[in-house]
């Protein structure tokens, strides 16, 4: 069954525009989240997904695949779904274009558990124990999960409350695996009031009565959403 991973790129960031081709130790920064993608085992190909003329030359001059998406997009997940809907494919795995760092272990872990849950799970994601700091940021987004590492919610908000210290708190890592005939039909629901409210698009899924497998990893995310989270990504990779 075939697999492809998809990185959605837009140049338009609100806070760092043009972050795609950020220079990180003389390579854009897309480049990095692309060769950390063709490593991961279960894809079978990888393409990043953009409407800006300026990323596609530069994936291209690296050596990577590139697709033109239209402007109009709300959402990376959009435009994964424009790129795959007429592609020969079972399974696409949205990998975030702002992770330069995320490890190819990552990428096939979601990819393995998509491929082996069944169909009425079409949907799989991934999450890592959170530390005291990410529990109350507003920017880190957790997951509450059940006895099957299935999601029973994604809030911005510290959850679950922590009464008696029982259960962990986990945080979301936002790479997505889909079933290809499930990401068609996703795009096309309304969005919902849950996923308005806290400005989560996975709650979309669950509130629409769907299920999401989240696998547990050992990998704390590096985005990449300011010019200080490039400073850090720089110094981590020993930029001179």
């Known amino acids: 069954m075939k697999t ?42 990888v393409f990043v997904a953009t409407d800006d003329e300026r990323i596609f030359k530069a994936v291209e ?48 872990k979601v990819a393995e558990a998509l491929a082996e849950a069944p169909p009425e799970i079409p949907m799989t994601s991934a999450a890592t124990l959170a530390n005291e700091e990410e529990r109350s940021n507003p920017s880190v987004v957790k997951v509450v999960l059940d006895r099957n590492n299935i999601a029973l919610y994604f809030s911005r908000s510290p959850i679950p409350f922590i009464r008696n210290p029982l259960a962990p708190t986990y945080r979301h890592i ?29 709650l979309r899924t669950l509130e629409h009565g769907y299920r999401i497998k989240i696998v547990l990893v050992d990998y704390s995310p590096v985005g990449v959403d300011t010019t200080e989270d490039l400073e850090r990504v720089r110094k981590l990779l020993g930029c001179k």
């Open 61 to 108: 001059a690296f050596g990577g695949k590139a697709v033109m998406t239209s402007p109009f997009h709300p959402s990376g997940t959009d435009r994964c779904a424009e790129v795959v809907e007429k592609m020969d494919c079972q399974f696409v795995i949205n990998i975030q274009g702002d992770e330069p760092l995320i490890p190819p272990e990552v990428i096939d």
């Open 4 to 45: 492809i991973g998809i990185i959605p790129a837009r140049y338009a960031s609100t806070r760092l525009p043009g972050k795609p081709l950020a220079d990180i130790c003389g390579k854009p920064l897309i480049q990095y989240v692309y060769e950390q993608a063709k490593k991961a085992r279960r894809l079978d190909e």
């Open 174 to 202: 936002g790479i997505y695996g889909y079933r290809k005939e499930f990401l068609l039909k996703f795009v096309s629901f309304p969005q919902t009031p849950l996923e308005l409210t806290e400005s989560l698009e996975q």
